[in-house]
């Protein structure tokens, strides 16, 4: 049977809205992290059959497949392709699991899998914006369409509406998710102390240490915010942070491992992606794990560490409640509510970290998932070695 083997994993720190990463070129953000995937692996950059990048608002800078541009901008080969990928936040976990899918398929033995974003250039939705003012259109790629109106009506596609409904339906306080979103800032500020992102992140300039993560944050800050939805039990506090970076993973097939001397850090183990209510939106990794689960033969017990996404608190506590984890082996160094959610680059942000903390900790198995716009949930599993 092929495998899929992660060899190499790094990520640029991620920058704050309007931080020290804010000017940087989207294609200069990616061509950061390739430059070191590509020295830190030892192959030769010709070798790569192909470059998939994650990516979503792809106008302005991040036009044009951002996947190839990167790698161009990194002054690599002009022989490698690439291809940009869009399922929204989940776009570069897809990007993983389409690089691991030709390598198991044994039409591809090097592929590279990443992702990026630059949101304080380009505003989440900004495409859609665009796309739809200069028709009259106020309701994005759903106005217009007669089966999505007969399907679901004029209920709003929102995801603050959807975090709330979350919460709502699985009852999680404010105050319980104000706990969860300190401890996320908590976590993330213990792991920049003690270097367990020293060795996965490449600083960019003077951008050495993600940004996002409050020192100063707390529970009385937290109280005193207004929420996003009158008469919401979510805040910004409870949401990822709007953020700026980039990722990316070497994935190589047996035989590129035997010809190029590398050694495998992860073996992907299991993929999948599920889909549910697209108005709700978030919920989809509730589902989605227990199909992959159930796929893999696995249980949670045997998973060491879980990366999930935390797009808001009350996705995250809803997937808790649902699933039965333990909340001590689920995003142990933070999550976007304090290091910032970068859309297009997330994917392969927590993977880097996933395999990372693996090696760190002696763990064996690990698992990510990701809610996604149109209510879909990657999750991946891969085996540390």
Known sequence: MAEAYIVEAVRT??????GGLSAVHPADLG???LTALMERSGVDPAAVEDVVFGCLDTVGPQAGDIARTCWLAAGLPEEVPGV???RQCGSSQQALHFAAQGVLSGTQDLVVAGGVQNMSQIPIAFATRQAAEPLGLTEGPFAGSQGWRARYGDRPVNQFLGAEEIARKWDITREAMEEFAL?????AIRAIDEGRFDRE????GDVVHDEGPRRDTGK???AGLQPLVEGGRLTAALSSQISDGASALLIASERAVREHGLTPRARVHHLSVRGEDPIRMLTAPIPATAHALKKSGMTLGQIDLVEINEAFASVVLAWLKETGADPGKVNVNGGAIALGHPLGATGTRLMTTLVHELERTGGRYGLQTMCE??????VTIVERL
């Open 201 to 204: 992140t490449v600083a960019y």
């Open 13 to 18: 720190p991620v920058g704050r809205r309007g």
């Open 373 to 378: 716009g149109g209510g879909q949930a990657n």
């Open 31 to 33: 061509a950061h992290v």
């Open 220 to 222: 009385e800050k937290m």
């Open 84 to 86: 940009t990928v869009d």
């Open 183 to 187: 401890r996320s800032h908590q976590r």
